[in-house]
């Protein structure tokens, strides 16, 4: 999807929504411009359609997000925001938004009928709903946890606290980008000097305190900022601005600091970009700040352009760990450059005999394919890992596919159970409630133990901890010894 006109449009909706005292459920849109653009080629507000709701809340929805039936009216609340929204930006003419109202009074009660419905799911809805809704699209490792505070700065040693890799923007588009730095137009750049390294020194020269170099107007915030982007450069995705304003506020202990102020002189700097509530370092500062490091004999690696790697590599950059937003960017690039028969043939291939979480990432991206892949899923019928997966990836695009046997279902269940292993011992509390809510029914734990799949013991265990009904958990825990027995001999 493209990550930046979505921003875009929920940032203007709601400014639109404050303007108009018109309450606005922003997540419930954004999730509508997500898959928009994810399955049904939307790429900017004008493209939605009457019909481009059909496909998202009576289709998608269903088949993607675990809701309960009764939220149906909720997410239409928001699809008629959406509309209104369209129409007054101008964005779509109002005939185009009758014409979308009038669907969306039909779309109600049968999309309430359509989540209801549990053959409309999909595999990952049906089996990732004991693993929680942010699995559902995206089985990729990404940093997680809580925002870290910005008040610790990181050791002095280098080595206690390695940098990660960071995604540089190519150097034609960095020099492009100096041009609009304001900081330069009064103080340019050598006209005798390499332009990069020449803006790299300069950085540094604000990074090191330099008294000649003056930014924020507070000698205590200028010597704070080197902390403050080492931290942003180590997280790689967009603060808060409350977060840098409460880091800030114990820099300057009991002086008042204007955050807008502050923030406004670093984007005239180069080195900030402020996207509604949220801030990042811009690509020039992330550039000069790796050379920083560099030059100070620091490991700063660079993070590969997965667009361009096989489809092993895709998936083992993904599994490093990296931000959503980059995830979704390289995911697009790779795809770009494929047909989507070609994307599927190189992903199911990298997936045969992979680990399940391997698995996972390539079967999620698989799932965004058409049915022009058709051919290249079908191939991979007779792999006994990817079988169920592509059953139902033929299934639910109306294509013919033989039945799933109940030793699939186990086994697939086991598969999808083990790929939520990572994200269910970082965060045990969240697995135990959507297992709690809605986890594989006890006659089916007990039978799991016969499925010849290399972490069913791991699963079973994590359900014997995880589940909070007793009976329930006890069952897993003994399937868990039926297949430990089963493997010892």
């Keep these: 999807m493209s990550i930046e006109w979505v921003n875009q449009a929920i940032d203007d909706l709601r400014a639109w929504g404050r303007m108009r005292e018109v309450e606005v459920d922003a997540d419930e849109v954004r999730l509508l411009c997500d898959y928009a653009s994810d399955y049904l080629n939307v790429n900017e507000l004008g493209d939605f359609t009457p019909e481009t709701f059909d496909e998202l809340l009576l289709s998608i929805y269903p088949r993607k997000v675990i809701a309960p039936p009764e939220s149906a009216p909720e997410t239409v609340a928001g699809a008629r925001t959406l509309v209104d929204y369209l129409s007054e930006a101008g964005a779509v003419p109002e005939s185009t938004a009758a014409l979308m109202r009038v669907r969306l009074d039909d779309i109600e009660p049968r999309m309430t009928e359509a989540l209801a419905d549990t053959s ?9 709903s004991s693993i929680g809704p942010e699995s559902l699209e995206q089985s990729i490792a990404i940093p997680s946890g809580e925002m870290p505070d910005l008040g610790e700065a990181p050791c002095d040693c280098p080595g206690c606290t390695p940098l990660p890799a960071a995604r540089l923007a190519p150097d034609q588009e960095l020099i492009a980008a100096l041009a609009t ?14 332009p990069l390294p020449a803006w790299a020194r300069a950085v540094a020269r604000i990074l090191e305190h330099d008294p000649g170099e003056p930014v924020t107007g507070s000698p205590a915030l200028d ?16 603060v808060p ?12 202990d009991e002086d008042e600091i204007d955050l807008a102020a502050v923030l406004d002189r670093l984007t005239w700097c180069g080195l900030v970009t402020v996207t509604g509530d949220t801030a990042e370092l811009t690509p020039l500062a992330v550039w000069a700040l790796r050379e920083h490091y560099l030059s100070l004999g620091i490991d700063a690696p660079e993070a590969p352009d997965l667009a361009e790697a096989d489809a092993l590599g895709l998936i083992e950059g993904l599994l490093e760990g ?11 690039g790779w795809l770009t450059g494929r047909t989507p028969g070609e994307a599927a043939g190189e992903l199911l291939a990298a997936a045969s005999g992979a680990p399940a979480v391997a698995r996972g990432i390539a079967i999620t991206i698989v799932d965004r394919l058409g049915a022009e892949a058709e051919p ?3 191939d991979h019928l007779d792999d006994q890992e990817l079988r169920p997966h592509v059953i139902h990836w033929l299934a639910a695009r109306k294509l013919p596919a033989p039945p799933l046997t109940q030793d699939e279902l186990l086994w697939v269940s086991v598969d999808m ?13 969240i697995f135990a409630e959507n297992m709690a809510a ?5 006659h089916m734990i007990e039978e799991m133990w016969r499925v010849d799949h290399p972490d069913v013991v791991e699963v079973l265990e994590l359900l014997g901890r995880s589940i909070p009904d007793d009976t329930v958990a006890k069952a897993a825990r003994k399937a868990a010894f039926k297949a430990r027995s089963r493997a010892i001999r």
Excluded at 322 to 332: F, G, H, K, T, Y
Excluded at 417 to 429: I, S
């Design 120 to 128: 409309n799911f999909g595999m990952a809805k049906s089996l990732f």
């Design 181 to 194: 730095v304001p900081m330069l137009s009064e103080r340019p750049l050598p006209g005798d000097a390499e």
């Design 223 to 238: 010597e704070a900022l080197y902390d403050l982007f080492d931290m942003l450069y180590r997280l790689q995705v967009r």
């Design 241 to 252: 601005l409350s977060v840098i304003g409460d880091y800030l506020d114990e820099v300057a």
């Design 322 to 332: 990296v931000p959503s937003e980059l995830a979704e960017q390289d995911i697009n």
């Design 376 to 378: 290249q899923v079908r």
């Design 417 to 429: 159970l083990a790929l939520a292993m990572p994200a269910a011992e970082e965060d045990p509390e």
């Design 438 to 442: 809605s986890g594989p029914p006890a």
